[in-house]
């Protein structure tokens, strides 16, 4: 009886060390973690009472990039002369494909890729129009004559179809919202592909800049609605495919662009002082400085 006794306080003695020795534990894994997340993100004010892992969900919801689909195909095309970017997107499936701001100069460079991958150019659609990205579209037609050209309504051009705000442009299984956004010209559209978190805002919305708003049909007023409605109401994980780049830049989100973009973190008053005022040096003729119906007739 004795010894059961004894060994029965020794038992509960080992219990009371093993939780003892649990919470110390417990206690140093989270301080661990809040000197560990202290010193990685100290501007963060909150990490004084968050575990790590909390502060990292909370900032990775922000810049995470959600996989795109297996049937999703995208491949973004460079021009250095004019730091156009066009895109070629595709059901990898059916092969149905659209090309967005096709470049005249470097229309064989496409035509080879479309060729090399079989892909069936089912529309060839422009962000809006100017000349850096309006004058292709005859030649794709030659080479490719059952694609449609696809432009805003709003252009006053001549296309196969004329497309308005709220339309949807399907190839394969995928689909291309329209969502009219002018301000740099009025007739500026970005296409949006919900179900792969994707947009292609064309000169609309640029990486950390935008559309110039001094040339003809530009406005400053208008181009900051159409970013805030239509652009920065999207989720702030939808990746954003400008129609150039001059730094060398691909790819932006609108949580980057919300928050860092130095002309669209400003009031609405401020950002139009700040257009009317950039002095931007003088296009000529081929570097989109007037719009130009007639490319599309």
Known sequence: MSLFCTTLRFGVRNVRLSRQTS???????????????STTNASVSIGKYLPANKLC??????IERQPHSEH????????????????LLADAFT??????????????RDLEIVKELGLNIKYALSTHMHSDHTTTV?????????CKTAISAASGATADVLLRHGDIIRFGRLNLEVRATPGHTNCCVTYVC??????FTGDTLLIRGCGRTDFDQGDPETLYNSIYNQIFSLPNTHRLYPGH??????????????????????????FIQIMKTLNLAHATDNQMEHSLPDSFK
């Open 194 to 199: 919900h179900e792969e978190g994707v947009a």
């Open 138 to 146: 005859q030649k794709l037609k030659k080479y490719l004559p059952l």
């Open 245 to 270: 780049d001059y730094r060398g830049r691909t790819v932006t989100t609108v949580y980057e662009e919300k928050r860092y973009n130095p002309r669209l973190t400003k009031s609405r008053e401020e």
């Open 72 to 87: 999703f195909f995208l491949r973004q095309l460079f021009d250095r002369e004019s730091c156009t970017y066009t895109y």
């Open 95 to 108: 092969k149905d494909a659209v090309m967005i701001d096709p470049v005249i100069q470097l229309i064989d």
């Open 23 to 37: 919470s110390c534990f417990n206690l140093s894994s989270w301080a661990f973690n809040l000197t560990k997340s």
């Open 57 to 62: 969900k909370s900032f990775s919801t922000h």
